[in-house]
């Protein structure tokens, strides 16, 4: 199974003058349509049109990205069952497709956040001392 083709469409971003001290921030992957396609050289494989959206609370901005992405796999056939207005896919392809477009869109957000001056949409890794001193062996 494999994420092939991955590309953004339309990327937006956007700061607010609110200032706040307390923010708190919410990140969510949206599969918003699956089409069944085929293609040389990939064979058959589903089009697969996503949103990918961090909000702030309070509204201090927001970043939204639309894209799409191609997934394929040997058993394609087994993980997917086309009816007439939905396709239905296995929990398996929902969760690999849905991992790659957050991996991706996160490592973008985290630009867009920057650049914009936004808080980051992930919690980096903090250290909390509960001592008052730390001792270290001197260095030679």
């Not at 339309?10 to 085929?38: L, P, Q, Y």
């Not at 799409?68 to 398996?92: A, F, V």
């Not at 991992?99 to 956040?113: K, N, P, Y």
């Amino acid at each position: 199974m494999a994420v092939v083709n991955f590309k953004l469409t339309k990327v937006t971003g956007e700061k607010r003058d609110k200032v706040s001290k307390k923010t708190t921030v919410k990140a969510n992957s949206a599969i918003e349509s699956v089409k069944k396609d085929k293609a040389e050289g990939v064979g058959e494989y589903l089009h697969i049109n996503f949103k990918y959206e961090v909000k702030y609370d309070p509204d201090i901005g927001e970043i939204v990205l639309d894209g799409n992405l191609w997934y394929t796999s040997p058993k394609l056939k087994d993980m997917m069952e086309d009816g007439k207005d939905k396709i239905q896919l296995k929990n398996e392809a929902v969760q690999e497709i849905s991992t790659s477009i957050i991996r991706e869109c996160l490592l973008e957000s985290l630009d867009i956040a920057k650049k914009l001056r936004l808080p980051l949409p992930i919690n980096l890794p903090s250290v909390e001392i509960k001592s008052k001193t730390v001792d270290f062996k001197k260095a030679t």
